[in-house]
T-cell receptor, first 115, second 115 residues
Framework: AQTVTQSQPEMSVQEAETVTLSCTYD???????LFWYKQPPSRQMILVIR??????QNATENRFSVNFQKAAKSFSLKISDSQLGDAAMYFC????????????FGKGTKLSVKP | KAGVTQTPRYLIKTRGQQVTLSCSPI?????VSWYQQTPGQGLQFLFE???????NKGNFPGRFSGRQFSNSRSEMNVSTLELGDSALYLC??????????????FGPGTRLLVL
């Protein structure tokens, strides 16, 4: 069965600095998708960034970028120029390609941003 | 375009009662998935509906059920509530769950408290 591991329960970053959140996953599939979701105190799950496994190029969305290492099954999230509004729980998620795949989430990393 | 909506947002029930939660997907989205979020177990997949048919199911007892209507709105029902059913129930929708349309967008959740 596929698993997703986030080894950092909590992280802290200074405002305007850069932070990297780690995620590893285990799968024997070749067609899959990886996501980072953000869950602020409001509990609304917000999509941050998405990566298709067949794409070698790392996805970027403004201040957010990923380091996707397919062979190592690693999918880390880098947040540049951290802002107070970035403080939230961050979940890494895996989804198998095709119609039968559901999202499998890691346990999450709580990110604090210090002013 | 309006996002995913869930009703009610908060609910208090007693053990043994049953509850129905509702989810309206983003317009045009035909796939609806449900997840349970608890502090102990994290985010767990309940089931997914597509075109009024349950396409995928997680490892939950039969007390948890769902359905989808022709307009893609979905409901989930929990019968004979137990204290352990207290959780945040999240609904997510996607276009079809296949290919590049894999991305799931989440609603704000329904917080259920069982006393």
């Amino acid at each position: 069965a596929q698993t997703v591991t986030q080894s950092q329960p909590e992280m802290s970053v200074q405002e305007a600095e850069t932070v990297t959140l780690s995620c590893t996953y285990d799968t024997s599939e070749s067609d899959y998708y990886l996501f980072w979701y953000k869950q602020p105190p409001s509990r609304q799950m917000i999509l941050v960034i998405r990566q298709e496994a067949y794409k070698q190029q790392n996805a970027t969305e403004n201040r957010f970028s990923v380091n996707f290492q397919k062979a190592a099954k690693s999918f880390s999230l880098k947040i540049s120029d951290s802002q107070l509004g970035d403080a939230a729980m961050y979940f890494c998620a895996y989804k198998e390609g095709g119609s039968q795949g559901n999202l499998i989430f890691g346990k999450g990393t709580k990110l604090s941003v210090k002013p | 375009k309006a996002g995913v909506t869930q009703t009610p947002r908060y609910l208090i029930k007693t053990r043994g009662q049953q509850v129905t939660l509702s989810c309206s997907p983003i317009s045009g989205h035909r796939s609806v998935s449900w997840y349970q979020q608890t502090p102990g177990q994290g985010l767990q997949f309940l089931f997914e509906y597509f075109s009024e048919t349950q396409r995928n199911k997680g490892n939950f007892p039969g007390r948890f059920s769902g359905r989808q209507f022709s307009n893609s709105r979905s409901e989930m029902n929990v019968s004979t509530l137990e204290l352990g059913d207290s959780a945040l129930y999240l609904c997510a929708s996607s276009l079809s769950g296949q290919g590049r349309k894999e991305t799931q967008y989440f609603g704000p959740g329904t917080r259920l408290l069982v006393l």
